[in-house]
Structure formats: structure tokens, C-alpha cells
């Protein structure tokens, strides 16, 4: 399927794409799409309209919109595990039925968020000045990115997030909570998870230590209820979900509950609805209009043809800071894998790299590679149309400035007489010759830009449904599950094994070469 494709790019090497857009004045307008006030816009790539009908017919070939309604009705599209994946039941604030094994999951659905919101009052409400999320992976990451980003909504007690197993990280955390006014909030789905369990017995510890009661201090957010009753937690501080939440798609639920008390129930619901709308679109919307598919199908472009390996996502955007580490876990944790549901090798690449930091930071950090460096990595650019700071306008001009002038120097790059007459003036002959080369910029870069109007609690629902979707279709195409993670699991093992090691309590002589003269090096240097 992709050889066809990339015979017909081979075809057409060499082209620019500023040649498209002479070619093409209204290529902006043909090559982006408008949605509820979003607009996508990848005109700035090589795609044509042969490509792109190209690119549909995948898509429609792989059977995305067969799959798509599979997922939305609750069909078990997680095959290795046997599970559906409705984490838009989460967001479906209408309660229409979804059913999983012919029971209607919506009336449990919907009781657990009003629970949340009760307690989420509650505690506002209360003397809790502080509320520490331990959780790892997607339990953390979602809520972390999410609080982040809607700080200007953020009216709660300070939220503080522990993931790493690393004691640096619970440590430096405590230090800023006074054990009097701090809630603990375990956000694990199985509740097993070597990181948050030991950070959350630590939390325990210093609890007890400070001379405070454990007693309501601790709230649990699990699948996994029979271990959250055993850690001692009371059913009602238990907040639970079911097998078809993956992690990284679990923000929307119970694990968001931190992000929910910090921005007030109201606002998680602006969030959720976000979400609801972008799944309408997603569901509803010809292939050709429909943002997620266009935004994967882009990718697929990129990575899957053209073999680009990599992909930035630049928020120009502060408060999405952590946008591009929470991208990582869900579109690598999804689409990192080699075989295919059938369990043969896949004949493409799997997902990118993904990976990124906002404007304008990065562009005095790694920036200069994207320009000039010998690979392509194809950008997405990500800005609201107006900014919180009705005081900074100026702040918010500049920023769109640099936004822009990042994707239009990456397609139009410096040529080398437009290199020669910019130091013309300040060298000669073959020094002129040197010094320009170094400046050529080659162009033709290809990069995306999502623009929304404010970054607020609808809009940023609407931006991780976009992506959710995305990974969704790409994982269609590829014939992969994007539901599973069975890679991870490798590493934990080892992990446990390696643990009495560490401390010396059992002799590392089965272990190779390299692992057994690192722990030699660790214990010899560990007093
Ligand atoms: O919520 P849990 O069960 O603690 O898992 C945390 C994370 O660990 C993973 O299973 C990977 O190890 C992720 O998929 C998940 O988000």
C-alpha cells in the first residue's frame, strides 16, 4: 500500500513546496480544514491533490470508518487484551448508551464523575491548601499536562504531581506541602505499580511522621478496587474505572481528578465537552474534512512514505509545556510496535518519534537542526489566536510572529545568493563564497500548524481528542493495536529481578558482562 504512494513521491523529488503555493494561490485554503473555530492548516507540505486522494483511499481501504464506529460502540478493538476502548464514554455527557457485553456502561459512568465532583467541592471547599497527584505514566501525565495548561482556570488548592520512583522527586514535593492541609490522591489503574506504590507508602510514612492522621488523606483512583481496599483506602475515596480506559487515554475520567479540583468541576465538564465535540467531528465528518484522520494522515505521510523518522510538536504555547511529553506516552506507548494484529512483522515504519518543546524556547535550543541539520523533521506548530494576558497583547503578537516566521523559513529556507548578498558587503571572493554557504538554509521542510482561538477548558479537550483520534487512525492503517503495551513489560521485570542486586543481597553472576561490572561500579561507589 505505501510503495505505490512512494513511487509516486519518488516522482516527484526535488519539487518545493513554495512551487505549490505559486502553482496554487488557493492551495491554503484546499489544503487545511476549519472546524468549529480550528483550523488545521498543512498546506506547508508536499502533499498535492493526487497524493491526498491517495492518502484518502488508504484510509478508506484500511477500513477507518468500519473501525471508528467499532470503537465508538463499544466493539472489543483491543484484541491482545480483549477489551473495548471507550474512553469517549468518559466525555459523554449526554449519557447515550454505550454498551459492553450488553450492559448500557453510562449510568456507572456518569454517577462516578458526580462523585468526583461531590468530593472535588468538597475538598475546595475544605482547608486543603495542597493536593499531590502519585501516579506514573498515564496516570500523571494527563492531569499534569492538563492543570498546566489551564492555570489561568486554576482557582483550587496547588496541585503537585510525583511520578519518579526517584526519592528526589516525593522529597522535594513534601518539602512544599504542609502535612496539616496536604491530600494524597493514588492514581494507579492496576494499583500495582512499583513507582506510585512506593511513593505512596513514602507519602504514608511522612504523614504519620509529621504526627498527622492518615485518616481521609488519602483518595485512590483505580480499576483495581480490591487492592485499593487492602492499601486501607474506604470504598467512597475510591474512584474507580473499568478495563476499557487505557491509561493513556484516562485523563477524562477519575484520573483526572486532581486537574478537576484544581479548575473546579464546571470547568472539567467544558473539558469533557470539548472532547464530546471533537469526537461528533471525528465520527460524523467525511474523511477529507475530518481533522484527526487529515492529521494522521499527514503523519503517515511524513513518517510511513517519506520515511521521516521523527516528528516535533511545537506548542507555541507555554502552558502546554507538557503537551509534547504527554504526545509521547500516547502516540509511542500507542503506535510503537513492530507486528501487527495478525501478529506479523510490519512491512512500514511503526509510529515516529515524538517529540518537542514550545516557542519560543526551542528555537534557541534545537531549532538550528530543523533548519539546516541533514534530516527532516517534519514540525507541528500549535497557537491560539489570542492569549490570557489581555495586558501582554504585545507578548502574544511577537509569539504568533515567531510561529509563523518558523514554518515559512522552514519552506522557503535562504538561498545561496540570497546568502551571497546578505554578507556581500562584509567579505570577497572565496571568503564571500565560504561564508554563504554556511548561511544557506535549504527549505522545503514541511510542517503543520494548529491554530485555536483560546487555550480554554472546551478548547483543550478538543486538542487531546484531536490527537487521541489521530493515534486512533494511524493504528487503523498500520493494523496495529495502539490498545496494548506489552513492550513495557520487559524492563519492569528485569527491574524486580535486578532489585536484590542493587542491595547487594544476591550475586549478579548470571547477569551479562556489562550489567555485572555497572553494578560493581554502583557498590564500589554507593558508600
Ligand atoms: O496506572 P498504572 O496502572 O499505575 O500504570 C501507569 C502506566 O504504566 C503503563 O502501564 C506502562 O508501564 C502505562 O500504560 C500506564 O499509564
Given amino acids: 500500500m505505501w510503495d505505490d504512494l512512494k513511487t509516486l513521491a519518488a516522482a516527484r523529488d526535488g519539487r518545493r513546496i513554495d512551487a505549490l503555493f505559486a502553482e496554487d494561490p488557493a492551495r491554503a485554503a484546499s489544503f487545511s480544514i476549519e472546524q468549529d473555530g480550528m483550523l488545521f492548516d498543512f498546506s506547508k507540505t508536499q502533499l498535492d491533490a493526487e497524493f491526498l486522494a491517495a492518502l484518502i483511499a488508504v484510509a478508506e481501504g ?22 473495548a476502548v471507550l474512553h469517549t464514554a468518559l466525555r459523554n455527557l449526554a449519557g447515550t ?37 502519585i501516579g506514573i505514566g498515564g496516570s500523571d501525565l494527563g492531569p499534569k499536562m492538563g492543570t498546566l495548561a489551564l492555570a489561568p482556570y486554576h482557582d483550587g488548592p496547588r496541585c503537585h504531581f510525583v511520578s ?100 473546579g468541576p464546571d470547568d472539567f465538564r467544558a473539558f469533557l465537552e470539548g472532547g464530546a465535540a471533537m469526537d461528533a467531528h471525528f465520527r460524523e465528518a467525511p474523511l477529507a474534512g475530518n481533522m484527526p484522520v487529515m492529521l494522521a494522515l499527514v503523519g503517515m505521510w511524513h513518517n510511513q512514505v517519506l520515511g521521516h523518522a521523527t516528528r516535533a510538536v511545537l506548542p507555541y504555547d507555554n502552558r502546554l509545556s507538557r503537551l509534547p511529553a504527554y504526545l509521547q506516552q500516547l502516540e509511542m506507548e500507542s503506535n510503537g510496535k513492530g507486528v501487527g494484529m495478525d501478529g506479523a512483522d510490519l512491512d512500514c515504519n511503526s509510529g515516529p518519534v515524538v517529540w518537542g518543546e514550545p516557542g519560543t524556547n526551542g528555537q534557541h535550543a534545537f531549532y538550528q537542526l530543523i533548519h539546516q541539520g541533514t534530516r527532516v523533521v517534519p514540525c507541528e506548530f500549535m497557537v491560539a489566536a489570542r ?13 504568533v510572529a515567531n510561529c509563523l516566521a518558523q514554518s515559512e523559513a522552514l519552506m522557503r529556507g535562504r538561498s545561496l545568493d540570497e546568502a551571497r548578498s546578505k554578507v556581500a558587503g562584509q567579505f570577497e571572493g572565496d571568503e564571500l563564497e565560504r561564508q554563504a554557504r ?7 521542510r514541511p510542517s503543520t500548524t494548529l491554530v485555536y482561538p483560546l487555550l480554554d477548558p472546551r478548547t483543550l479537550g ?7 483520534h489521530r493515534v486512533f487512525v494511524e493504528g487503523v492503517i498500520l493494523n496495529i493495536n495502539s490498545y496494548d503495551q506489552w513492550g513495557v513489560e520487559l524492563g519492569k521485570e528485569l527491574a524486580t529481578a535486578l532489585g536484590p542486586m542493587v542491595t547487594g543481597e544476591q550475586d549478579p553472576g548470571d547477569k551479562d558482562g556489562s ?5 560493581t561500579f554502583l557498590h564500589r561507589n554507593a558508600s
Avoid at 484500511?62 to 477489551?83: L, P, Q
Avoid at 550489567?515 to 553494578?519: D, M, S
Fill in 62 to 83: 484500511a477500513g477507518v470508518e468500519a473501525r471508528r464506529e467499532a470503537m465508538f460502540s463499544g466493539a472489543k478493538i483491543n484484541e491482545t487484551e480483549g477489551r
Fill in 97 to 133: 448508551p454505550v454498551e459492553v457485553d450488553g450492559k448500557d456502561v453510562m449510568p456507572e459512568v456518569l454517577d462516578t464523575l458526580a462523585r468526583m465532583e461531590a468530593l472535588a467541592s468538597e475538598i475546595r471547599g475544605s482547608g486543603i491548601t495542597d493536593v499531590v497527584n
Fill in 164 to 263: 519518579n520512583v526517584d526519592g528526589a522527586d516525593i522529597a522535594d514535593t513534601l518539602k512544599r506541602c504542609p502535612a496539616e492541609t496536604t491530600l494524597f490522591i493514588i492514581a494507579s489503574k492496576t494499583f500495582t505499580t512499583i513507582e506510585t506504590m512506593t511513593n505512596a507508602r513514602t507519602a504514608w510514612d511522612w504523614l504519620e511522621g509529621q504526627g498527622v492522621a492518615t485518616d481521609g488523606r488519602f483518595v485512590a483512583l483505580s480499576s483495581n478496587h480490591e487492592k485499593a481496599a487492602d492499601w486501607g483506602i474506604p470504598a467512597e475515596r475510591v474512584f474507580g474505572f473499568e478495563d476499557w480506559v487505557g491509561g493513556r487515554y484516562s485523563m477524562w475520567g477519575p484520573i483526572g481528578l486532581s486537574m478537576m479540583i484544581a479548575i
Fill in 387 to 399: 492569549g490570557h494576558e489581555p495586558a501582554l497583547k504585545h507578548h502574544h503578537a511577537l509569539l
Fill in 438 to 444: 554556511h548561511r544557506v538554509v535549504p527549505g522545503n
Fill in 462 to 468: 478538543r486538542i487531546v481528542a484531536l490527537y487521541e
Fill in 515 to 519: 550489567t555485572q561490572a555497572l553494578l
